[in-house]
């Protein structure tokens, strides 16, 4: 029996508070091995099990593809020589690690070129870091602010939308930060990758993920991990 979304699990490091292995983040290739999205374990061992996906796991700088059958297979070299580099999914009569990529099988569309305009893509290109003061602050401090304020017919756009603490958000007002003498820390701009991505790709469990990401000039679709 493979793991399904009830299976009991073995928690490794990088999972703690209670969550589960089954949360851990998996990236989804198109059959031309083209990034498409992000989704949790749960969801990738459904594809795995319905047979329309494989794993794809990097290996010596080579893509090598597994079934699911076979994944499972190579579970117990993975236990005695790389414990320490898998989360691990237990049920009754197997254990497995998670696959860090998957490729479906029969999907070859690509991803959408557009990183979506929105508050969290937002507040992850600036890093939750105020534009004008330079201070970091927890998403509940940050606000967004027109550089060119909407009265002065400023529009919700990349290069026209900043994080702004409460503070100075204020103090600027419906002026542009000539008219209010204030500066920004950094010219705002539309980013090629969704900016979301980076805060995993600084993990060593997911460096495997750059091997498809850092020649990649599609958006990465998050999605499925809003919260």
Not at 22 to 35: I, M, R, S, T, Y
Not at 64 to 81: G, K, L, N, T
């Amino acid at each position: 029996m493979m793991p399904k979304s009830h299976a009991s699990t073995t928690q490794t490091a990088g999972h703690s508070g209670g969550a589960s292995v089954l949360d851990a983040k998996v990236l989804v290739l198109n059959k031309h091995f083209a990034p498409l999205r992000i989704v949790d374990a749960r969801r990738a061992f459904t594809m795995l099990c319905r047979a329309t996906a494989e794993v794809v796991s990097v290996e010596s700088n080579t893509y090598v593809s597994y079934s699911i059958q076979s994944w499972a297979e190579a579970a117990e070299f993975q236990r005695a020589f790389e414990v320490d580099d898998h989360d691990w999914v237990s049920t009754p009569s197997v254990v497995i690690a998670v696959p860090k990529i998957v490729r479906l099988l029969g999907y070859d569309r690509l991803p959408r070129e557009l990183v979506k305009l929105n508050r969290r893509n937002i507040y992850a290109r600036d890093g939750n870091k105020c534009q004008y003061c330079g201070k970091h602050y927890s998403t509940r401090e940050l606000t967004l602010d027109h550089i060119l304020p909407r009265v002065q017919g400023g529009g919700n756009t990349w290069e026209n939308l900043v994080c702004a603490c409460v503070k100075c958000n204020a103090r600027k007002g419906g002026r542009t930060p000539r008219q209010a003498h204030m500066a920004l820390i950094r010219v705002p701009f539309r980013p090629r990758r969704n900016p979301a991505i980076t805060v995993r790709l600084g993990s060593k469990r997911y460096q495997s993920w750059k091997n498809f990401l850092d020649e990649a000039y599609w958006t990465i679709d998050l999605s499925d991990t809003e919260e």
